[in-house]
């Protein structure tokens, strides 16, 4: 969860792109409120950032549960 100075913390929606370790790339595909961005704005952020998350391939899905 991502927080502005003086205002809560705001969840967004985000398609992971690209991943190098722990840092990851992705598009927002959620309409930010706080935060001063759009979406399809690319955004770089820590793994430790995601609180859920969505697999689109069901092998992906099935790695992560083996996992």
Known sequence: MW???RFPGERMWVTVTERT???????LNSMA???YMH???AIKFHIDD?????LDNDELAI????A
């Open 3 to 5: 927080s502005v100075r």
């Open 21 to 27: 370790g722990d840092r990851l790339v992705g598009t």
């Open 33 to 35: 409120i706080y935060v």
């Open 39 to 41: 979406p399809d704005e």
């Open 50 to 54: 995601i609180i859920d998350c969505a």
């Open 63 to 66: 790695e992560a549960e083996a």
